[in-house]
C-alpha cells in the first residue's frame, strides 16, 4: 500500500468563542470555571415565554473577523433555529445561521515552509452554544450544566482546501492568532473556546470527483487534530485499497486510543427542519458599519510580521516566531520601548524565555520575567556589566525569585569582572597550570584561545569579561 | 356592591377617585362573584388573599392622592402570561406544576399602572383550540348559555369578562383567539398590532403571530386598558420601538371614517344571520357619516391553509423545550433519555397540540420545507400586500369576526372544522394588522361580532369607530 497513490482532501469547521461580556441573547455573564448553573439567567435555562435579545458585541467581533479574511459581509444577518434534542439544549433549538451567514466568503493565507498557499473560507456564521452534559459525576443519573449555554460562537467553516495534517494544523494556527490579534478570542483550546470537526476524504490525483467524507466531531487540540486527521487518512486508504467503501458518517476521536469510531450515518442523521428565528428580526449592516470596521482593525499578524522585518531588521523566522500570537508580539514591543537592540531581544525572546516558558509549562501572559527584566538584563550586558553566562543564570533566578535586575546582580554576586589586574592574576594562574597548551597556542595553534578563555570563565563562575580575557591573553602572546 | 362590578371600567375609575367606593369593596364582590361562578370555569388560579391586601394599599394610595391610573381595579390575566412565584400553566397538563420565577412584561406593566390582579384564566391548551375544550383544566362555560362553547383560545378571559368576574381581563390572539371568544360571549376584544405589545414572558404558541390584548365591557375600557399595556420593551426584539398613541382619547376624538367591504368575501357569507347582521351594521355606520368602498383582498380565501402551516412550524419548535428535563411534566416511567422525552411528552400535551406539533414538524422536514412552509410565507406575504393596497383607499375593513355564533360544547370534533372558527380572524394575524370584534347581533340567540381591521399602528381609529358603533348601539351591553 503506498498513500502516494491518495491525495486527501480536508475541510475545517472551526468554532471560536467569542470573548464577548456577555452571552448571544442573554445578559449573562461568560466565565470560565465558575459553580454550575450559576451563570444561566431565564433566558439560558429556556424558560416558558422568554425571548432572545442579539449582544451587537458578537456582531462586532464576527465582523472584525469578516473584516480581517478579507470576507464579504452580508448585508442582512438573519438567524435561524436549528432543531434537534439534547438535554443541553435547553430550547429543543439552537439559534444559529443557515442562508445569509454574516461572513461570507473570504480566504486566509498559510506557510508551509518557504511556501504559502490560500484556504478558502466558506462563510462563519454566528450561533449560540449548548451548556455541559456531565455524565461521570453521579452513578445513575447525568448532570446538566447550563453555565456555556448561550455563549457566543463563531463556527468558520473552510473549503475543502486543505490536503494534509499539516496544513490543517498551520490553517487552525492562523486562526487562532487573527482572532487573539482582534481580540475576539482567548483562542484556548484547552477550555473549549476553539473546537474543530473536520472533513476527510480522499481520492485519487486524477479524480475530478471528490471522495465520500467523513466528518469527525469535537477535538479540541492541535495536537488531536493532526493525530485524528492523519489516523482517518490512514483508516480511509486502508479501507480503499482493501476494495471497501468509504461510508458517509460522522465519527468521534478517541485520544486515549488515538483512533476515530463510528457514532452516527448518514441515514441516521438528524434533519434540523431549519427555519427563520421569528424572534429575532433580520439585522441590517450598513456599507458604513463596515467601512468602520476595516479602518479600526488592529494590526494583523502579516503585517505586524513584515513592520518588524522592515523596521527591526528581524529575520523572517525571528519576525514569525515573535508575531505568532498577540502577547508575544506586545511582549517583544515591551521590551523595545526600553530601548535595547531588537535583534538582541528577539533572541532572548525566542531563546532563552521561550525555553523557561516550555520548562514551565506555561505561556508569555504567565510569564515571571517581565519586559522590564529582560530590556534591563540587556542593557547590562551591553554596559558591560554582567557576563553572558551570567546573564542567563540571572534570567532564571528573576524567574524562581523574582526581583529587581540591578539588585539581584549584586545581591548574586554576577558583577562582571573587568579590573585587569584581577583577571590577569586568574589567567596567570591558568597559563602556570596549563603550560603546555601555552606553548602550543604560542606557536600559532589559534584554537586554543578558546580553552584558555573559557578556564578563566569557568575560575571566575563566569563573571569575567570575555573581552578583557581576550585582550590580556593577545597581550601575554605577543610579549 | 354586585352593581359595582357592572361597571363600565371608566365608572369604576370615576368612582374609586372620587372615593365614592372602595377598592375593597370592589374587589371583594368581584371574588363572591367568582366563587358563586366557580361551575363556569373561568380561573384556573384566584389569588383571593393577596388582592384583598393589595386592594387595601390601593385605597390607601388612593386617599393620599397616590393613585395609579389603575390603582385598584380587579383585573384577570390569561394562564398564558408568567407571574413571579405564581403557577403559570396555559391549560395545559405539562406546566401544571410550573412556578415561574418571573414575570411577564404584560403583568408587569398592569401591575405598576395599580390593576389588583384577581387570578388567571382558563384558556385552550397552550393557546390552541377555538372553543376552550382542549384544556386540561377543563373547558369554561358560555355564560350566556351553559351549554355553549365559550370560543378559544381565551374563553377563559371573555367568559370572566362577560359573567362580571373582573373588570377586564389580558388575553392573546395568534388566529383569533381573542376575537372570537369576544365574538360568542358577546363583549369587545381587541388584538393590537404585532409588537405593540411586549411578548415577553408570555408563553409562546407561534411567535410571529402571537400578540396580546384585551378583552373588555366595551371598547373605550378596552382603549383604556391596551394603553397602560403597550409599549416598546427592549426585551422582546420584535417589539416596535413606536409611540403609543393615547387610545382613551382616540376612542372619543371626532374622526372621519372610510371603511373598506370586501365584497366578494361578504357575498360568500353562508350563514344568513351573520350576513344580514353584517350589512345592518354597516348601514348603521353609513347612516352615522362613514363613507363605505368595496375593497378586494384577492388572496385572503388562502389565509387559512398558510396559517395551519405557518403557526404549528413555529409551535413545533416553541414546544420543543418541554422535554421533563428542567421543569414541567416529568414521567415516572424513564429507563431511558428517549423514554423521557417520549413519556414525558406524550404524558403532559393533549391531543391537539400534539396534532399541532405533528403538522409543524411534517411541514419543516427537509423535502417539505419549500412546498409547505416557504410556500405559506409567500402567500403571508400577498396577504399582507393586499392589505397594503386597501389601506391606500379605506381607513379601516370590516368584516364578521365569525362564519357563525357560538355552538354547543362537543359538536365539532372535526379538527378542520374547528379550524374554520378562524377563518375571518387569520389575516389580521397574517398581516400583523390591528383588529377589534366587537358585538353586532344575534344569531341563534347568541351574540355575533362585527370585525373592524385597522391599519398598521392604528389601533386608535377602528377603537373610535368601534365605540361610534357602541354609542349607536345596546349589543355590547350584558343583559
Known amino acids: 500500500m503506498s498513500s502516494n497513490n491518495w491525495q486527501p482532501v480536508i475541510g475545517l469547521e472551526v468554532h471560536v468563542q467569542l470573548a464577548t461580556k456577555t452571552k448571544l441573547f442573554s445578559s449573562s455573564p461568560i466565565a470560565f470555571g465558575a459553580e454550575p448553573n450559576t451563570q444561566a439567567n431565564e433566558i439560558d435555562l429556556g424558560l416558558p415565554g422568554v425571548l432572545p435579545v442579539l449582544n451587537k458585541e458578537a456582531i462586532s467581533h464576527a465582523l472584525k473577523f469578516g473584516c480581517a479574511i478579507n470576507a464579504e459581509i452580508s448585508e442582512k444577518v438573519i438567524f435561524a433555529r436549528k432543531n434537534y434534542f439534547y438535554p443541553d439544549l435547553p430550547k429543543g433549538y439552537q439559534i444559529s445561521q443557515l442562508d445569509d451567514p454574516i461572513v461570507g466568503k473570504g480566504s486566509i493565507k498559510i506557510k508551509l515552509g518557504e511556501k504559502s498557499k490560500i484556504i478558502g473560507v466558506t462563510r462563519a456564521h454566528l450561533e449560540e452554544d449548548a451548556g455541559k452534559s456531565i455524565h461521570d459525576l453521579y452513578s445513575n443519573n447525568s448532570a446538566i450544566d447550563l453555565n456555556r449555554a448561550g455563549t457566543c460562537l463563531l463556527e468558520i467553516v473552510s473549503e475543502p482546501d486543505l490536503s494534509s495534517a499539516e496544513e490543517a494544523i498551520e490553517y487552525l494556527k492562523k486562526i487562532h492568532s487573527i482572532v487573539t490579534f482582534l481580540g475576539i478570542s482567548d483562542g484556548d483550546m484547552s477550555q473549549g473556546s476553539m473546537r474543530c470537526d473536520a472533513n476527510v476524504s480522499v481520492k485519487k490525483p486524477n479524480d475530478h470527483e471528490l471522495g465520500t467524507r467523513t466528518e469527525l466531531k469535537n477535538i479540541n487540540s492541535f495536537k488531536f487534530v493532526e493525530k485524528a486527521i492523519i489516523f482517518e487518512i490512514d483508516r480511509q486508504i486502508k479501507e480503499l485499497e482493501n476494495g471497501k467503501e468509504i461510508i458517509q458518517e460522522t465519527r468521534l476521536y478517541d485520544s486515549k486510543k488515538n483512533l476515530t469510531q463510528s457514532m452516527r450515518s448518514k441515514e441516521e442523521a438528524n434533519d434540523y427542519r431549519y427555519f427563520p428565528e421569528p424572534d429575532l428580526i433580520p439585522i441590517k449592516i450598513s456599507k458604513d458599519q463596515i467601512n468602520n470596521v476595516r479602518k479600526n482593525l488592529p494590526e494583523l499578524p502579516e503585517i505586524m510580521k513584515e513592520r518588524f522585518m522592515k523596521s527591526y531588521g528581524l529575520s523572517n523566522e525571528n519576525a514569525e516566531l515573535v508575531t505568532a500570537n498577540k502577547e508575544t508580539a506586545s511582549f517583544f514591543e515591551d521590551v523595545l520601548s526600553y530601548k535595547v537592540s531588537p535583534k538582541i531581544a528577539v533572541n532572548w525572546i525566542t531563546g532563552d524565555l521561550f525555553a523557561l516558558l516550555n520548562k514551565n509549562d506555561t505561556n508569555i501572559l504567565e510569564s515571571e520575567v517581565s519586559p522590564k527584566h529582560i530590556a534591563e538584563i540587556i542593557q547590562n550586558i551591553e554596559d558591560q556589566k554582567i557576563s553572558g553566562p551570567s546573564a542567563k543564570k540571572l534570567l532564571e533566578i528573576v524567574w524562581s525569585k523574582g526581583g529587581e535586575i540591578q539588585e539581584l546582580i549584586q545581591k548574586e554576586g554576577l558583577e562582571q569582572i573587568s579590573n585587569d589586574d584581577e583577571i590577569e592574576k586568574i589567567l596567570d594562574e591558568v597559563i602556570f597550570e596549563n603550560q603546555k597548551q601555552f606553548e602550543q597556542l604560542k606557536s600559532g595553534k589559534d584554537r586554543l584561545q578558546g580553552f584558555f578563555v573559557g578556564q578563566v570563565m569557568k575560575k571566575t563562575s563566569g563573571s569575567a569579561s570575555p573581552k578583557v580575557v581576550n585582550k590580556l591573553l593577545k597581550d601575554k602572546l605577543s610579549k | 356592591m354586585s352593581e359595582l362590578i357592572k361597571l363600565s371600567l371608566t365608572d369604576q375609575i370615576l368612582g374609586l377617585t372620587d372615593k365614592s367606593f372602595s377598592s375593597k369593596e370592589i374587589t371583594e364582590a368581584y371574588l363572591n362573584e367568582i366563587k358563586k361562578k366557580k361551575s363556569l370555569n373561568c380561573y384556573i388560579s384566584v389569588f383571593e388573599e393577596e388582592s384583598k391586601e393589595n386592594a387595601l394599599i390601593a385605597d390607601e394610595n388612593i386617599i393620599k392622592n397616590k393613585a395609579r391610573p389603575l ?409
Open chain 2, 71 to 479: 390603582e385598584g381595579i380587579p383585573i384577570a390575566h390569561k394562564d398564558i402570561f408568567c407571574i413571579k412565584d405564581k403557577k403559570t400553566t396555559c391549560g395545559s397538563k405539562m406546566l401544571s406544576n410550573f412556578i415561574s420565577p418571573y414575570s411577564s412584561e404584560v403583568f408587569s406593566k398592569l401591575d405598576n399602572a395599580g390593576a389588583i390582579t384577581l387570578g388567571k384564566t382558563n384558556m385552550d391548551e397552550f393557546a390552541m383550540g377555538s372553543s376552550n375544550e382542549t384544556s386540561f383544566y377543563g373547558n369554561v362555560l358560555n355564560p350566556i348559555n351553559e351549554k355553549l362553547s365559550p370560543g378559544g383560545s381565551s374563553g377563559g378571559s371573555a367568559a370572566a369578562v362577560r359573567a362580571n368576574l373582573c373588570s377586564f381581563a389580558t388575553a392573546t390572539d395568534t388566529g383569533g383567539s381573542i376575537r372570537q371568544p369576544a365574538s360568542f360571549c358577546g363583549v369587545t376584544g381587541i388584538k393590537p398590532t404585532y409588537g405593540r405589545v411586549s411578548r415577553w414572558g408570555m408563553i409562546a404558541f407561534a411567535s410571529s403571530l402571537d400578540q396580546a390584548g384585551i378583552i373588555a365591557k366595551n371598547a373605550k375600557d378596552a382603549a383604556i386598558a391596551l394603553k397602560y399595556m403597550s409599549g416598546f420593551d427592549q426585551k422582546d426584539s420584535t417589539s416596535l420601538n413606536e409611540e403609543v398613541k393615547d387610545f382613551q382619547k382616540e376612542v372619543d376624538a371626532k374622526q372621519d371614517h372610510v371603511i373598506g367591504i370586501p365584497k366578494e368575501l361578504i357575498e360568500n357569507i353562508k350563514n344568513d344571520q351573520v350576513r344580514d347582521s353584517f350589512n345592518n351594521s354597516i348601514s348603521i355606520l353609513e347612516k352615522d357619516g362613514a363613507k363605505i368602498e368595496e375593497i378586494n383582498l384577492p388572496h385572503i380565501e388562502y389565509s387559512l391553509p398558510a396559517y395551519y402551516v405557518i403557526a404549528p412550524a413555529e409551535c413545533s419548535a416553541n414546544l420543543a423545550r418541554y422535554d421533563g428535563i428542567r421543569f414541567g411534566h416529568r414521567s415516572d416511567s424513564v429507563s431511558s433519555l428517549e423514554d423521557l422525552y417520549v413519556n414525558s411528552r406524550t404524558e403532559g400535551f393533549g391531543r391537539e397540540v400534539k396534532n399541532r406539533i405533528f403538522i409543524g414538524t411534517f411541514c419543516l422536514s427537509a423535502g417539505y420545507y419549500d412546498a409547505f412552509y416557504n410556500k405559506a410565507l409567500k402567500i403571508r406575504n400577498l396577504i399582507k400586500n393586499d392589505f397594503d393596497e386597501a389601506f391606500k383607499k379605506v381607513s379601516s375593513i370590516a368584516m364578521p369576526t365569525c362564519s357563525n355564533s357560538s355552538f354547543e360544547l362537543g359538536s365539532i370534533s372535526d379538527p378542520v372544522e374547528m379550524y374554520e372558527q378562524d377563518i375571518y380572524t387569520i389575516p389580521a394575524n397574517l398581516a400583523g394588522l390591528p383588529a377589534i370584534s366587537i358585538p353586532s347581533g344575534i344569531a341563534n340567540e347568541m351574540p355575533i361580532g362585527l370585525q373592524l381591521i385597522g391599519n398598521y399602528l392604528d389601533e386608535g381609529r377602528i377603537l373610535n369607530l368601534a365605540n361610534k358603533f357602541q354609542k349607536l348601539t345596546d349589543f355590547h351591553e350584558f343583559k
